[in-house]
C-alpha cells in the first residue's frame, strides 16, 4: 500500500469545496460556465458582482455557481 502525505489548508479546502473564493471577481469578469468560474477561483458569484449571470443561477436566488452537492 502507497501511503500519501497531503498538506491542505482551511482555505485551499474551502476554495476546492467551492465554499470560499482563491479570488474576489474583478470588473470585466466574463466566465462561459460556471465550471470556469470555478476554476477561476471566483465562484460562487452574487448579483450585483462583476461575472454574474441569470442564466448561471440555476435557481434564481441571486447567487451563481453555488457549490456542488
Known amino acids: 500500500m ?3 502525505d497531503v498538506t491542505a489548508t482551511a482555505k ?3 476554495v476546492w469545496l467551492g465554499i470560499m473564493r482563491a479570488r474576489e471577481p474583478q470588473a470585466g469578469d466574463y466566465w462561459s460556465g460556471c465550471n470556469a468560474a470555478r476554476a477561476a477561483g471566483t465562484a460562487p458569484i452574487y448579483i ?3 461575472g454574474y449571470q441569470e442564466n448561471m443561477d440555476g435557481d434564481g436566488d441571486g ?3 453555488e ?3
Open 63 to 65: 447567487i451563481a455557481c
Open 2 to 4: 502507497v501511503q500519501h
Open 48 to 50: 450585483g458582482e462583476p
Open 67 to 69: 457549490p456542488q452537492s
Open 12 to 14: 485551499s479546502a474551502a
